[in-house]
């Protein structure tokens, strides 16, 4: 009865291994087929309306250039402004944010592990769970919007590296949520609609603190498309979404040891 | 013989848990007060009821939470600042949350993992057969019932071979053969020089114990002792006894004049009495009906449950 369960040989899990180890079990725990279905259906809509959209496009009446610029505002209005935040954040505040509502943090909070790569792991997991959603959608709506043209796959590409560096980025961000605040999901939503919607209309300081300026940067310099706006280079593009995903897994870091574990 | 309120204790050579001058705050309710103890090796339970404390002081000695005021050692080191500390300690927590879409097998493998066990696998095995769960098993924890989650909980407290174990009510849910299984299997891990810390609401569960008891109730520890010790310290109290009767004013006089009854409170058609002896009032209750020409229809004890005892602990302060 009391045999003896066998010692342990070593006394922290090497950081690596730690983030391994959360990004496996949050994976599987973030996957559930409730967002699955909502977030892929949303998704599917994007494909559906973009390929609508391209339908309509009377032959002649518009050039190719017009049509790259409508898929790229397509790929733009509705994968950059409503897609990708949205699912980052259903998959990002909840990776943690539920574990702390269920109490199942504390399987991974009282461990001999470092707080990093615990986060690490569980972005690694929301963004995981989120790419596909975002990234696909956006690439095929932009493309289908632009009614297949010449030059349309370049405005796919460049929308899935948008869409797969904004994902990526509000990630970080939404897992920082998860761990700040109760209910993530309506805050966050407030976020995206209030700040990453109207910002980019509010003049050039607003729009350089919100994301989505960063993500149609890349979009409109990667497809080297002009579609009305002044976009960033892509290195700063580049340099903010990636300062935001870490400044936000280190917050959040900070933030998990510092938090009150029920 | 048991002590009501201890003084801080002194520091202890062989404590492997020390409390001291704790007390934990959420906004405007204390939910631990100024508790100080230690624990060695072997099994000790924290009784109390529920609400009053127990899981929160377990928080504290886990670093889940700071503690408002005091400090907290585990194996001399504060549990939310060191990292190597943490895997000394097995939590079973109280709440019933697993990784859902897990097996028992992935789950405790996973506990293993991140316990930094060696060979995660084996050691899974040998924790989930220790509770009698089945390791090839395949499904989901989420399907599981309350016992088999809880025995769950107790393989992956269990997994990594811990020198702290503190388990959060960890016989809730379990059947009456199981619970004498896990309270053989503490008292095994106690002898192994161990410490096991168990937390239970049920006074008869602690019994079987046959541990040192800390009770704890509102945010306070009442008293420490043994099982034998707090109940004789429990007997120390008045027991409080209602009377219905058809003539409460003279058996009250009676009662008191015979110095059975302390107190007495008289009602319309009761009385309720507070005695040191409730064997004598038991004895005495009907000849004196007989001896009165009264009707004495119902005799009930109104203290006998664990909270009103806490209370006593509690007040006696």
């Known amino acids: 009865m009391t045999a003896p369960v066998p010692s342990r040989t070593r006394r922290h899990v090497p950081s690596l291994r730690a983030a391994a180890l959360t990004y496996r079990v949050l994976v599987r725990q973030v996957l559930t ?11 599917a809509l994007m494909m559906l309306v973009g390929w609508l959209v391209g339908l309509n496009t009377v032959e002649g009446e518009r050039g190719a250039a017009d049509l790259l610029r409508d898929g790229a505002g397509y790929a733009d209005g509705f994968g950059l402004i409503i897609i990708v935040p949205i699912v980052s954040l259903v998959f990002g505040s909840s990776v943690l944010g539920e574990t702390r509502e269920d109490g199942t943090l504390v399987y991974l909070w009282l461990r001999p592990m470092t707080r990093a790569p615990v986060v690490v792991g569980a972005a690694a997991a929301a963004a995981t769970a989120a790419l596909p959603l975002t990234v696909i959608p956006t690439a095929v709506g932009g493309w289908l919007a632009a009614d297949r043209v010449a030059g349309s796959a370049d405005v796919a590409l460049a929308a899935a590296a948008a869409a797969a560096l904004g994902t990526a980025a509000y990630s970080s961000l939404f897992v920082l949520i998860g761990l700040l605040v ?3 999901i309506i805050w966050g939503i407030g976020y995206v609609l209030l700040w990453e919607g109207l910002a980019v209309g509010l003049g050039d300081f607003a729009a350089r603190l919100s994301l989505r300026g960063y ?7 990667v497809g080297e498309i002009d579609y009305g706006f002044d976009p960033h280079t892509t290195t700063t593009a580049l340099v903010v979404l990636a300062a935001v995903s870490v ?7 900070i933030r998990l040891n510092r938090l009150e574990v029920d | 013989m048991s002590t009501v309120l201890p003084p801080p204790p002194p520091p202890d050579a062989s404590a492997m848990v020390e409390v001291n001058g704790v007390s934990k705050v959420f906004g405007d309710v204390v939910a631990v007060s100024d508790v100080s103890f230690t624990v060695r090796a072997g099994v000790t339970a924290l009784l109390g009821p529920n609400g009053a404390g127990k899981s929160t002081l377990f928080r504290v000695m886990c670093g889940l939470t700071p503690p408002t005021k005091g400090t907290v050692r585990v194996l001399g080191a504060d549990a939310r600042r060191d990292r190597d500390v943490r895997g000394r300690i097995g939590l079973a927590p109280q709440q019933d949350g697993l990784f859902d879409r897990l097996s028992a097998w992935e789950f405790v493998t996973l506990a293993a993992a991140t316990e930094a066990v060696a060979e995660p696998e084996p050691a899974a095995r040998r924790a989930l057969g220790i509770v009698d769960l089945d390791p090839d098993d395949s499904k989901r924890v989420s399907g599981f019932s309350k016992g088999m989650r809880q025995r769950v909980k107790l393989a992956a407290a269990l997994v990594h071979d811990p020198e702290v174990l503190i388990l959060d009510e960890p016989l809730t849910g379990l059947d009456p ?9 503490f008292h095994g891990l106690g002898d192994e020089g161990r410490c096991v810390l168990v937390s239970s609401h049920v006074l008869e569960e602690v019994a079987r114990l046959g541990s040192r008891i800390l ?5 306070r520890l009442a008293a420490t002792g043994d099982y034998r010790e707090l109940r004789e310290l429990m007997d120390d109290r008045p027991h409080r006894i209602r009377i219905s009767v058809d003539r409460p004013r003279h058996f009250a006089a009676a009662l008191v004049e015979s110095g059975t009854a302390v107190g007495v409170s008289v009602g319309a058609d009761s009385l309720v009495v507070d005695t040191r002896d409730v064997d004598r009032l038991g004895r005495e209750v009907a000849p004196l ?3 009165l020409d009264a009707r004495l229809s119902r005799v009930v004890p109104l203290d006998e449950d664990l909270e009103s005892v806490f209370r006593y602990l509690v007040e006696k302060r």
């Open chain 2, 215 to 219: 009770v704890i109730a509102q945010g």
């Open chain 2, 289 to 291: 009906a007989q001896r």
């Open chain 1, 182 to 184: 109760k209910k993530p």
């Open chain 1, 215 to 221: 993500t149609r940067s890349v979009l409109s310099r």
């Open chain 1, 33 to 43: 087929p409730g967002k699955m279905v909502a977030l892929g259906g949303l998704g």
């Open chain 2, 177 to 185: 053969v199981q619970r004498r299984r896990m309270i053989e299997l």
């Open chain 1, 247 to 253: 400044a936000g897994l280190a917050l959040a870091a």
